[in-house]
């Protein structure tokens, strides 16, 4: 079993709507959590970090829930801009990387 | 500008030619590592170094080897390649950065090498 696992998708969705990444990790020690975003072709970047209580970024919503090991994701009000691989990343003594979940947003 | 550069970029090169990927960054991290990714299986890391003269293994270090002896530089090392080792290499940089709700450490990536082993 992988320890970072995410639904790779792809998800195709239109300009506007709402969609949700979930991504579970197996090592309960686990400290800290983030989602990163890579476009194609290109290096990861930082999107936003998980904090216990929650985090949002205007339209980008993140949680944890650490009795159930996920962390989850949502978009609101979709861009075209959007369209990206998404990495669930778990960090205890070192970073763990999911596989992605890739997102296309359509007009 | 704060960044990671690695160098260099694309390479295509035969097996057992050794080779090293540069990696160097300006913002004074502590922290860095290097990932492979290849498709399906995501960034997988194979060594990281806390600090100067300090690194350990990832998860993937075989056929691989690095050195830090300053800390801005983290060169990756394949004294014999294979064509297995094909893929998709990143350098990363951290610093750890508290916050009131957390820890968080932000990755700093390079724009990483395309390496290409026949």
């Known amino acids: 079993r992988k320890e970072v696992e995410q639904d790779p998708g792809p998800f195709n969705v239109p300009e506007g709507a709402t969609v949700a990444f979930n991504c579970t990790y197996s090592n309960s020690a686990s400290q800290s959590f983030f989602w990163y975003r890579q476009d194609c072709r290109k290096e990861p970047k930082l999107l936003m970090s998980v904090y216990s209580s929650g985090n949002e970024d205007g339209r980008f919503t993140a949680q944890l829930n650490r009795a159930s090991q996920y962390i989850s994701l949502l978009i609101r009000d979709s861009k075209l801009s959007d369209s990206a691989t998404y990495l669930c990343v778990v960090n205890r003594d070192d970073m763990r990387f999911g596989a992605g979940t890739r997102l296309t947003v359509k007009p | 500008e704060a960044q990671v550069t690695q160098n260099p970029r694309y390479l295509i090169t035969v097996t057992g030619k050794k080779l090293t990927v540069t990696c160097s960054q300006n913002m004074n991290h502590e922290y860095m590592s290097w990932y492979r990714q290849d498709p399906g299986l995501g960034l997988r890391q194979i060594y990281y170094?806390?600090?100067?003269?300090?690194?350990d293994k990832g998860d993937v270090p075989e056929g691989y080897k690095v050195s830090r002896k300053e800390k801005r530089n983290f060169p990756l090392i394949l004294e014999s390649p294979s064509p297995n080792q094909t893929s998709l290499y990143f350098c990363?940089?951290?610093?750890?950065?508290?916050?009131?709700?957390?820890?968080?450490?932000?990755?700093?990536f390079g724009p990483g090498t395309r390496l290409t082993v026949t």
């Open positions: 170094s806390m600090n100067v003269e300090v690194t």
């Open positions: 990363a940089s951290s610093s750890l950065t508290g916050t009131p709700k957390g820890d968080s450490y932000e990755q700093y």
